[in-house]
């Protein structure tokens, strides 16, 4: 069944999208094995620095993916969708939701931390307020627990597109072709 055609921008900020997440989640795990700064190591500044700049990129290319979505409405969508249309809907949802909880709780963590936060070395990002250990605590665990939910959401997002590849319903040729 031929399906019709995405807007090349959505295609790729999809890709971007997903390729931010993976690089954010298997960077995740790495810095955390650093050793913590010190006079000695200071290389530990960067990689910080560039998994909140992307986290930043990524969640205004959430938001702007979301804004298409709202814009397009139900433009091309069937006036009583079926369960499956129903189900990638509330899934890309909580993928917007979790997304953007992720990025607020991880910047805020950060904001608490007393590390300063700055958008591509070009923008300071101003911090909430003082250093406060409580509430970096509590962000970073939202950002953890948001990540982990993310990361199950992202399972069951890839889950559906092996469906339908296997079902060979048109709909997976959608975001590979530009």
């Known amino acids: 069944m031929e399906q019709e055609r995405l807007p090349k921008i959505t295609v790729i900020l999809h890709w971007v999208l997903a390729s931010s997440v993976f690089f954010l989640f298997v960077s995740s795990w790495w810095m955390l094995s650093l050793p913590l700064p010190s006079a000695e190591f200071t290389y530990r500044v960067l990689p910080f620095q560039l998994h909140k700049n992307i986290g930043i990129t990524l969640l205004l290319i959430a938001v702007t993916m979301a804004a298409i979505r709202i814009a397009k409405g139900s433009n091309g969508h069937p006036k009583n969708p079926d369960r ?3 189900l990638a809907a ?16 991880g910047y805020l963590s950060s904001s608490y931390s007393g590390w300063e936060t700055s958008f591509w070395w070009i923008l300071n990002l101003p911090a909430w307020a003082q250093e406060n250990d409580d509430l970096n605590i509590l962000f970073s665990g939202l950002h953890l627990w948001s990540c ?27 975001m590979f072709r530009l």
């Open 84 to 86: 499956l249309q129903k």
């Open 148 to 174: 982990w939910a993310l990361l199950a959401v992202i399972v069951l997002h890839i889950g559906a597109a092996i469906y339908h590849g296997i079902a060979d319903d048109g709909l997976i040729n959608k």
């Open 90 to 105: 509330l899934d890309h949802l909580i993928m917007y939701f979790l997304l953007a909880a992720c990025c607020l709780s």
